[in-house]
Protein backbone atom coordinates (compact mmCIF):
# COMPACT_ATOMS: atom_id res chain seq x y z
CA UNK A 1 0.00 0.00 0.00
CA UNK A 2 0.99 3.82 -0.57
CA UNK A 3 -0.49 6.80 0.61
CA UNK A 4 -0.20 10.26 -1.32
CA UNK A 5 -0.57 13.33 0.41
CA UNK A 6 -0.97 16.22 -2.34
CA UNK A 7 -0.16 20.10 -0.47
CA UNK A 8 0.23 23.78 -2.68
CA UNK A 9 -2.44 24.35 -4.04
CA UNK A 10 -4.11 27.65 -3.74
CA UNK A 11 -5.91 30.72 -5.69
CA UNK A 12 -3.13 32.26 -7.92
CA UNK A 13 -3.91 35.42 -10.48
CA UNK A 14 -3.09 34.76 -13.99
CA UNK A 15 0.06 34.49 -15.32
CA UNK A 16 1.60 33.61 -11.38
CA UNK A 17 3.19 30.35 -10.41
CA UNK A 18 2.64 27.03 -8.03
CA UNK A 19 4.66 24.80 -6.30
CA UNK A 20 2.39 20.98 -5.84
CA UNK A 21 4.03 18.51 -3.55
CA UNK A 22 3.03 15.21 -2.73
CA UNK A 23 4.42 13.25 -0.27
CA UNK A 24 4.39 9.26 -0.41
CA UNK A 25 4.60 6.59 2.47
CA UNK A 26 4.08 3.07 2.97
CA UNK A 27 5.78 0.66 0.52
CA UNK A 28 7.42 3.69 -1.39
CA UNK A 29 10.13 1.41 -2.40
CA UNK A 30 7.67 -0.60 -4.88
CA UNK A 31 6.76 3.14 -6.48
CA UNK A 32 7.78 2.97 -10.14
CA UNK A 33 5.75 5.72 -12.19
CA UNK A 34 4.38 8.89 -10.57
CA UNK A 35 2.60 11.67 -12.20
CA UNK A 36 0.02 14.10 -11.40
CA UNK A 37 -3.66 14.27 -13.01
CA UNK A 38 -6.37 17.18 -13.02
CA UNK A 39 -9.92 17.39 -13.34
CA UNK A 40 -11.65 20.44 -14.03
CA UNK A 41 -15.68 20.56 -13.28
CA UNK A 42 -17.55 18.76 -15.52
CA UNK A 43 -14.37 17.52 -17.42
CA UNK A 44 -12.71 13.98 -17.51
CA UNK A 45 -9.46 13.67 -15.28
CA UNK A 46 -6.77 14.29 -17.86
CA UNK A 47 -3.13 13.34 -17.29
CA UNK A 48 -0.81 16.73 -16.57
CA UNK A 49 2.67 15.33 -16.36
CA UNK A 50 4.56 12.01 -15.49
CA UNK A 51 8.14 10.42 -14.46
CA UNK A 52 9.42 6.98 -14.06
CA UNK A 53 12.06 6.12 -11.58
CA UNK A 54 14.69 6.63 -13.59
CA UNK A 55 13.62 10.07 -14.34
CA UNK A 56 12.04 9.98 -17.70
CA UNK A 57 9.31 12.34 -18.10
CA UNK A 58 6.13 13.14 -19.85
CA UNK A 59 4.11 16.36 -20.37
CA UNK A 60 0.33 17.36 -21.76
CA UNK A 61 1.04 19.66 -24.75
CA UNK A 62 -1.50 21.83 -22.54
CA UNK A 63 1.70 22.22 -19.74
CA UNK A 64 4.75 21.98 -22.04
CA UNK A 65 7.07 24.66 -21.38
CA UNK A 66 5.33 25.83 -18.19
CA UNK A 67 5.40 22.82 -16.08
CA UNK A 68 7.83 21.18 -14.91
CA UNK A 69 7.55 17.61 -12.63
CA UNK A 70 10.23 16.09 -10.52
CA UNK A 71 10.58 13.97 -7.52
CA UNK A 72 12.68 13.56 -4.59
CA UNK A 73 13.33 9.95 -3.47
CA UNK A 74 14.89 10.89 -0.26
CA UNK A 75 12.11 12.60 0.60
CA UNK A 76 9.70 10.40 -0.94
CA UNK A 77 7.82 13.78 -2.62
CA UNK A 78 6.86 14.37 -5.74
CA UNK A 79 6.70 18.24 -7.12
CA UNK A 80 4.84 20.03 -10.17
CA UNK A 81 6.37 23.75 -10.38
CA UNK A 82 3.45 25.45 -12.43
CA UNK A 83 4.41 28.78 -13.99
CA UNK A 84 2.82 31.02 -16.79
CA UNK A 85 -0.62 29.28 -15.14
CA UNK A 86 -4.02 30.67 -16.65
CA UNK A 87 -7.35 30.00 -16.05
CA UNK A 88 -7.97 27.18 -17.65
CA UNK A 89 -5.47 25.37 -15.31
CA UNK A 90 -7.91 26.01 -12.54
CA UNK A 91 -8.60 21.97 -11.66
CA UNK A 92 -8.25 19.90 -8.89
CA UNK A 93 -4.79 18.08 -8.97
CA UNK A 94 -4.30 14.68 -8.11
CA UNK A 95 -0.96 12.55 -7.56
CA UNK A 96 -0.55 9.47 -8.63
CA UNK A 97 1.83 6.47 -8.47
CA UNK A 98 2.24 2.77 -9.90
CA UNK A 99 3.68 0.50 -8.56
CA UNK A 100 4.70 -3.34 -9.32
CA UNK A 101 4.62 -6.38 -6.87
CA UNK A 102 5.00 -9.49 -8.71
CA UNK A 103 4.37 -8.54 -11.61
CA UNK A 104 1.30 -7.06 -10.53
CA UNK A 105 0.61 -3.31 -11.06
CA UNK A 106 -1.22 -1.21 -8.23
CA UNK A 107 -2.17 2.02 -9.11
CA UNK A 108 -2.64 4.97 -5.57
CA UNK A 109 -4.18 8.30 -6.10
CA UNK A 110 -4.41 11.27 -3.38
CA UNK A 111 -6.94 12.74 -2.12
CA UNK A 112 -6.33 16.21 -4.44
CA UNK A 113 -5.44 19.67 -3.97
CA UNK A 114 -7.77 22.41 -5.86
CA UNK A 115 -5.93 25.29 -7.84
CA UNK A 116 -7.88 28.38 -9.20
CA UNK A 117 -6.95 30.44 -11.53
CA UNK A 118 -8.31 33.87 -11.85
CA UNK A 119 -7.72 35.59 -14.69
Known amino acids: QVQLVESGGGLVQAGGSLRLSCAAS????????MGWHRQAPGKQRELVAS???????NYADSVKGRCTISRDNAKNTLYLQMNSLKPEDTAVYYC?????????????WGQGTQVAVSS
Open 26 to 33: GSVFRINA
Open 51 to 57: ITSGGST
Open 96 to 108: NAATTNWGRVSTY
